[in-house]
Every structure is written in structure tokens, then in C-alpha cells.
């Protein structure tokens, strides 16, 4: 079985588009991307840690940018310094050229991104506004009847 059919899972759903179309686009991607390596570790209930391997990258090599709900992380390798050329004897160490897309959940939020022994760490945080946020709603009812006093009657306090 090539393809999976999810048309069963949206006929009651309304307003997931955006889902369709991610699983959509998964579907049709034919090889996974290997390079550079990566982790994705939740630091927190709405904190997460994005950390790749960019081994032989410096800061100025690597380019993060958030649009819309997608982080682009894509790295150039500095040029080689000129004066005697090297040679390599074994080279495993991959100074390629990438680029790799991750989807943002909503109110997902980049908050800074670091870089240390070959590790660009990425720190993420799920702001969600205030508006967005659950409420409790009162519930209002009919008052309760107030006690009246009949037309006429009139309380003498003994």
C-alpha cells in the first residue's frame, strides 16, 4: 500500500485544511532527509529543544528563519581558506550544503537559538494568547423569587 486515503477522517471535520494538506505533502515526499542529523526534546509542558548537528558550521554558516508556521534551517559551508590545499586521507565529516524545513504548531514561537561543540541548540515556547485561552463562563439563571409581603398585611414585631 503506496498511499493512505484520509478523506474518511475529514468528512466531519471542519477547519483542517492546514492538516490535510500537511499530510498531503508527507505522503508525497519520496525520500526523508538525513542531513544533518537532529533531535527534538521537550524541555517543559509548552517548551521544546530543536537540536542538529552542524559539526565543521560555524554561527555565520548557518541561517535560521521563521515564516509563517515553518523554520528553515539551512547552513553554507565557509569557503576553503586559501594557501596550501589539503588532502584528505579519510573526510567523514559532511561539510554540505543543507537546508531543513520544520512545520510550527500554532503559537509556536522561536525564542532564541545557540551554538556550541558542533550543536545548533533551537529554543521553541508555545505562547498561546490570552484569548485563546480557556475561560470559565458564568451561568446565569433566574433569580430566586424574593419573599414578598402581601398588600395590606403589615408586620408588627412583637
Do not use: C, W
Not at 528563519?65 to 588532502?87: F, H, N
Not at 543543507?98 to 533551537?122: I, Y
Amino acid at each position: 500500500m503506496n498511499s493512505l486515503d484520509f478523506s474518511p477522517l475529514f468528512r466531519t471535520a471542519i477547519g483542517f485544511d492546514r492538516l490535510a494538506r500537511q499530510m498531503d505533502h508527507a505522503a508525497r515526499q519520496p525520500d526523508a532527509q538525513t542531513y544533518p542529523p537532529y533531535n527534538i526534546e521537550a524541555t517543559g509542558e509548552d517548551a521544546y529543544t530543536l537540536t542538529l548537528a552542524v559539526a565543521g558550521f560555524g554561527p555565520e554558516d548557518v541561517e535560521l528563519i521563521v515564516r509563517d508556521d515553518t523554520l528553515t534551517v539551512s547552513g553554507k559551508a565557509a569557503a576553503p581558506s586559501e594557501g596550501e590545499p589539503r588532502r584528505y586521507l579519510h573526510r567523514g565529516i559532511a561539510g554540505r550544503a543543507f537546508e531543513r524545513r520544520f512545520v510550527l504548531a500554532d503559537h509556536l514561537v522561536v525564542e532564541g537559538a545557540r551554538m556550541e561543540n558542533g550543536l545548533l541548540h533551537v529554543l521553541l515556547r508555545r505562547e498561546v494568547p490570552e484569548a485563546l485561552k480557556p475561560r470559565r463562563v458564568a451561568i446565569e439563571g433566574a433569580a430566586p423569587p424574593r419573599p414578598q409581603a402581601i398588600e395590606g398585611e403589615v408586620r408588627q414585631a412583637a
